[in-house]
């Protein structure tokens, strides 16, 4: 469930089991071991995780159900209250799944507040075009909405010189791009005493092909941090940035250290340097005293940014955050209000900037699998999902021009 990074966790956790001699399978009917790598950004996502553990214990009731990730990390034994939860492994200990089922014990986790170190796990296999290499850990901020931190710790980064093996390794195996993600990859080489840029130019240096970055907070993007980007042979022009708000009476409610007028401007910038970037964004609607009048505000500035594609979803009170303390809570209803009109703001941009790209020629990177129709499926540098009306070899990098859209697909075909 979740983020890019519990994405990653997943693999390396299914790696982990298969490795020592388990074997996965997709019919739960024929499983031993039901593994729940959980998000608690919202109660939401909790409900789903519980859902899906009873749907484990009644489709199979001799499973064994391991709920890990970031619940397991906050509520702790606590789960083992429940009679769908068999044993919890916190965020550290799920990467050595195996070893704690064998444990004999029924719950690890320890604090990871204390943790000071990036735990080094490497995947090494994946059955995706694309490999993803988690950079980073933890977060230093402490927004009044987010639980995360207390469930991933303090930022910890990863050595460069393990990333820069990593990315070898894979391109070394064929991957043509890799993902670079964590909770909060801006906040890399601030406790090893080095800069994400710096990062970036070593990236620049290796066999890839090509990158893509996961989200950053709009103040860890600088000037020199575009111009170097936008100079770059092997950066993917794929921007996401946690805005939040773009009131700024909520952002400070919220504790976001930056001003709506600032990543407006930014997202101009960006624009402006690069070839139809893709500017994604993060949007919470309904924080507590948020008025009828920020809300407006935050629809105003959202249509007329710069942004290709907003996420949004609907403040979710999370006990042990400030904003649970705070006054002004509104309704599920106003909330979910809320996030329709920002949803609806976000598939007009996406539609326009789709349209942008019709006749534009794009370096597409062809999907190992096709899609149900049997066409072969790429991704664009700039984050569209292409399909091919002409054949192309899996696992390349092709020419395509954009033909066009319809049905909510893009069309393209092969450039000779």
């Known amino acids: 469930m979740g983020c890019k990074s519990n994405q990653f966790e997943g693999a390396v956790i299914a790696e982990n089991l298969i490795n020592n001699g388990m074997e996965q399978t997709q019919r739960l009917e024929e499983a031993d071991v039901f593994v729940l790598n959980s998000c608690t950004v919202t109660r939401k996502s909790d409900n789903e995780a519980f859902y899906l553990l009873r749907n484990a214990k009644n489709k199979n009731p001799g499973v064994v159900n391991v709920l890990t990730g970031c619940i397991a990390q906050i509520e702790k034994e606590k789960l083992l209250d429940n009679d769908f939860v068999d044993y919890v492994a916190g965020n550290d200990e799920k990467l050595r799944l195996y070893d704690f089922l064998n444990s004999g014990l029924k719950c690890s986790a320890g604090n990871i507040a204390e943790r000071n170190n990036f735990n080094e796990t490497v995947l090494c296999g994946t059955a995706k075009t694309r490999a993803s290499i988690k950079i980073q850990d933890g977060c230093d901020n402490r927004c009044s909405y987010c639980i995360i931190p207390f469930a991933r710790g303090k930022s910890r980064s990863a050595n460069a010189g393990f990333i820069l093996k990593q990315v070898n390794n894979f391109a070394a195996s064929g991957f043509k791009e890799v993902v670079f993600t964590g909770i909060h990859i801006g906040q890399w080489g601030k406790d090893i005493g080095s800069e994400f840029l710096d990062l970036l130019k070593l990236v620049e240096t290796t066999a890839v092909e090509r990158y893509r970055l996961g989200s950053l907070n709009p103040l860890e993007i600088s000037g020199e941090m575009l111009e170097f980007l936008a100079g770059s042979a092997k950066f993917c022009p794929h921007f996401h940035l ?58 105003q500035n959202l249509e007329r940014s710069g942004l290709t594609q907003i996420h949004t979803f609907p403040y979710s009170v999370r006990e042990g955050t400030v904003g649970a303390q705070m006054p002004g809570r509104l309704s ?85």
Request: glycine content about 8%; proline content about 1%.
């Open 242 to 299: 946690s805005l939040q708000s773009a009131c700024n009476r909520t952002l400070q409610s919220m504790n976001r250290h930056y001003r709506v007028e600032d990543y407006l401007e930014q997202i101009e910038k960006i624009n402006e340097m690069f070839n139809l970037p893709f500017i994604g964004s993060d949007i919470i609607t309904g924080f507590a005293g948020e008025s009828e009048e920020d809300f407006e505000i935050t629809r």
């Open 332 to 416: 599920d209803k106003v909330k979910e209000q809320r996030a329709k009109v920002v949803r609806a703001i976000s598939a007009r941009k996406h539609e326009e900037f789709i349209k942008k790209n019709i006749g534009a020629v794009h370096e597409v990177l062809i999907e190992k699998r096709p899609d149900k129709s049997g066409s072969l499926r790429g991704m664009t540098r700039n984050y569209l999902a292409v399909v091919l009306n002409s054949g192309g070899e899996a696992n390349t990098l092709q020419r395509v021009k954009i033909a066009g859209y319809e049905n909510g697909k893009i069309y393209g075909g092969r450039v000779e």
